[in-house]
């Protein structure tokens, strides 16, 4: 494994109601895809918050490619849960984005941008401002606006969370497809298990007040990854387990009765 | 028949394009009802009129209103005073927004700017335009100048708070794809926050483009010598108050065209700027 793209160093995060974030260590290397997993008020936003440059910890460190992380920056790109396409910019407008802050040609960035909305499936959308789309086309749309300025790390802040199921579904598997192709480093915050056991290579399960490191998961399935088979579904129950939902008398591998939500 | 269909209208309709014969009269029936308003407003003046409450000199029918209208487009003074305060109208409300956004925008961007702007703004406000009638002769002399100060103030409130307020308003989101992207200083004005804030800032000027048309009449009865204020003062002085309310007419049905006008873009408008989903893919 290569040198870690993201090295947090007991990294505090206190605001006046307590410590959003209390000590917390954290080694990602490069290419590899890491889920935050917990309940809400575990810290997961409030992390890639610091890692993406908007917030900075009270104490501790965060690191980048060895170098502390002063503010945001393209290497490191957002990915939001409201999409925050413009609504004033086509959908290839949008993907411009970074390529024409950068100062990148007209023609140069519009070849880029169409390049990744065939990626993303939206090639034919270029011409179509964002609330002509679904949502699931508005998230491929970030994702193309995204990749486009090539960033070394994207950080998704429960990136489907506002999807239906299906489309949430499709979208993982678009995203663990890119992920692989591209090889990016990615911070994925989700309260959703089966999208954590899905995509990730670890899942940190976090705990709430004070946001905290419950445990480390390594999920050693093979990519592809198929949401239906034993050890898929074996994991999914133990990541359920650690966060508490306990089914007594539930024999691992015959769980379909999980219920959809946690606690 | 009619008076099923009267009577059919007057239930709220479920929502839905109209499929039968009866659904489409009511449509038709609710397409009609602005223009009934209209033709009972006519009709409570006519009948006032008509009541010998007060003479033909106090209160002129409709009708005679209209003969007046023909009268003075007959003898070609119509137009040039429509076309007067048109003029003074679009250069004063023009000059209002253009120092109005501006201003907005540096106010909107700077809290602490704002802060002390706002006090001033909010005492400013309430002072209705037409006051500064007699400090406007002074400084600007008799013409066309105080009539258009007038209109400016009316359109410069609206526009200005219009703007603060849009520009407080812009998502942060934005700014923080913004800011992750690299936008520099310089380019976040133009790219992000304009953009974001101009479907609000629209509506302000909607605003301000009522206010402007109201005080217009009260600038140009003040000192213009030519436009529809002016025509109601020179009216009166000769007691054709069946001018003065052909004047009043055209005053209201011109600022409900220019209304409807600034209403139509707006919307245009909202539809690029992704804020009123009418075309679906």
Not at chain 2, 21 to 49: E, K, M, Q, Y
Request: aromatic share 8%; net charge positive.
């Amino acid at each position: 494994m290569s040198a870690a793209a993201i090295s947090i160093e007991q990294a505090t995060r206190r605001y006046r109601g307590g410590d959003a974030l209390l000590d917390f260590s954290l080694e990602v290397p490069a290419g590899e895809f890491v889920c935050l997993l917990g309940p809400s008020g575990c810290g997961k936003t409030t992390l890639l918050n610091l890692v993406a440059g908007f917030d900075r910890p009270t104490s501790g460190r965060v690191l980048v490619q060895g170098r502390p992380v002063e503010g945001p920056d393209p290497s490191r790109i957002c990915i939001f849960q409201s999409y925050a396409l413009y609504p004033w910019r086509t959908v290839l407008g949008n993907v411009e984005y970074g390529l024409e802050v950068r100062g990148v040609s007209r023609p140069q960035r519009r070849a880029v941008a169409e390049e990744y909305l065939r990626l993303v499936g939206l090639e034919g959308f270029s011409r179509h401002h964002p609330h002509q789309l679904s949502g699931g086309m508005q998230q491929r749309v970030a994702l193309a606006r995204a990749l486009a300025v090539d960033p070394e790390s994207l950080l998704m802040d429960e990136p489907f969370g506002a999807l239906d199921a299906l489309t949430r579904i499709r979208l993982q598997d678009e995203v663990a497809r890119i992920a692989r192709a591209r090889s990016k480093t990615i911070l994925f915050v989700t309260h959703d298990v089966e999208e954590s056991v899905f995509l990730a290579d670890r899942i940190v399960v976090m705990a709430p007040s004070p946001g905290r490191i419950q445990r480390i998961i390594e999920v050693p399935l093979k990519r592809p990854r198929c949401r239906t088979n034993d050890g898929f579904i074996a994991l999914r129950a133990e990541v359920l387990h650690e966060l508490g939902v306990v089914h007594p008398g539930e024999p691992l591998r015959t769980s379909h009765h999980l219920p959809e939500s946690m606690p | 028949m009619s008076a099923e269909a009267v009577t059919a209208a007057r239930p709220p309709t479920p929502a839905g394009p109209p499929t039968d014969a009866r659904s489409l009269l009511v449509a038709a029936a609710r397409r009609l009802l602005p223009f009934a308003g209209l033709a009972l407003l006519v009709l409570v003046w006519h009948l006032l009129a008509a009541s010998g409450l007060y003479t033909s000199e106090q209160l002129p029918a409709p009708l005679d209103a209209l003969r007046a209208s023909r009268e003075v487009w007959r003898d070609g003074s119509l137009l040039p005073h429509v076309g007067a305060s048109l003029a003074r109208f679009a250069s004063a409300y023009l000059a209002a927004v253009a120092v109005a956004v501006p201003l907005g925008l540096l106010f909107g961007l700077r809290p602490s700017l704002w802060k002390a702007a706002d006090p001033v703004i909010q005492v400013l406000r309430p002072i209705s335009p037409v006051a500064w009638f007699p400090l406007a002769v002074l400084w600007l002399g008799i013409g066309n100048l105080p009539a258009i100060a007038i209109i400016f103030v009316a359109a410069f409130y609206p526009a200005l708070l219009a703007t603060v307020s849009a520009v407080h308003r812009v998502d942060p989101v934005y700014l923080r794809v913004a800011r992750n992207f690299g936008t520099r200083d310089h380019q976040l004005l133009l790219k992000v926050i304009v953009p974001a804030a101009f479907p609000q800032i629209a509506m302000g000027l909607r605003l301000a483009v009522g206010a402007a048309w109201v005080y217009l009449v009260a600038g140009e009865m003040l000192g213009a010598r030519s436009g529809l204020g002016f025509l109601i003062v020179d009216a009166r002085n000769f007691l054709r108050t069946d001018l003065i309310l052909m004047a009043m007419a055209l005053v209201g049905a011109i600022g409900f065209v220019i209304d409807r006008g600034v209403a139509f873009l707006e919307r245009r408008l909202d539809a690029r700027w992704g804020l009123a989903p009418e075309e679906h893919p």
